[in-house]
DNA sequence: GTCAGTGCAAACTTTTTGCAACTAC
DNA sequence: GTAGTTGCAAAAAGTTTGCACTGAC
């Protein structure tokens, strides 16, 4: 499917979740929709807010932009991630769901996906549980931040020794 | 290894990390980690300020409650979750690591152990990557929440059919 | 004695809320 | 017309920071 149709696909799902649950069809919820789902990647609410007003010529308010998020995670059409203490979005429609990689040291987040453990954790049995969706969040050292520690932790050593 | 003996170890661990990283041992640092490892289960910073002011007696201030936190985390003895909006802390020597079971509506947390997940996903190999530890979050309905929502879905589909 | 660590309060960031104006229905 | 939504600004919640004081080394 290409990226015109998922953004068609998508708003059919919302109009139909926002009928199902008597909201409003309201155009700023449809522009919020459409730009989360412009972006590939993850975002946070200041990012958002931001490139709507620059790239789309649609500017909300933040209240408005919070609101609407809330109807798109329990639409499943957006999922939340809380890596380290930034909070990040995410559009979740079709999109393969991945684990995520974060450095402890530095903060960056990579995507890794691995299909094997996904399927396993989604077959998980949980009891008197309804299942809708799960984030795995690994943390350690990325590459560069390992080296680096080792480096000065020897140095440490060192001056304990002088 | 009993209650007791675990605090002991703690405090050896913690030893080791202050020495090897140059900071100081003073009194707060201690009975902050002394504080943790008396809970069993999560908590957050709110509760661990009034408990320590009222249960241990030991007034520490947010600040240094929020400086010491992050030197446990770095020295692997408390591992942070954010579920949701709340953001949790807790002690993580010689606990088994567990997975979560959050409820999307009520925010209700519960404790999932499962073995075999859990070493699959220790093993789980990574590029250039690090592990020290991970967070599995599942969001889902618990039991009460499913219920109440079918009812409530059940009677917006009437509504609509007048 | 020195400087890392502490307490306090102020600042800052992120999210929520109250209310008047607006608009989808 | 009216109730759900929006925008704004103020408030709240959570965390960080600057600075004077203290105490671990």
């Known amino acids: 499917m290409d990226s015109q149709n998922i953004r068609e696909t998508v708003r059919q799902i919302f109009t139909e ?16 929709l459409d730009a989360i789902y412009s972006y590939d990647s993850h975002f946070d609410m200041e990012t958002l807010y931001t490139r709507m007003a620059d790239e789309k010529k649609f500017r909300v308010s933040r209240a408005t932009l ?3 998020i809330l109807l ?7 999922v939340k991630h809380q890596f380290g203490s930034s909070t990040q979005y995410e559009r979740c429609y079709l999109s393969h769901t991945h684990h995520h990689k974060i450095c402890t040291q530095c903060g960056k987040v990579e995507e890794v996906q691995d299909d094997a453990l996904r399927e396993l954790i989604e077959q998980s049995k949980l009891k008197q549980f309804v299942l809708s ?6 943390y350690g050292l990325c590459a560069k931040c390992n080296r680096a520690n080792k480096r000065k ?5 060192k001056k304990k020794e002088k």
Chains 1, 2 share one sequence.
């Open 72 to 78: 798109l995670l329990d639409a499943h059409l957006v």
């Open 66 to 68: 919070y609101n609407t």
């Open 133 to 138: 969706h799960y984030s795995l969040y690994l």
């Open 17 to 32: 979740y926002l009928q199902l649950h008597g909201h409003r069809k309201t155009p700023e919820r449809y522009a919020i």
């Open 153 to 157: 932790l020897k140095d440490n050593i």
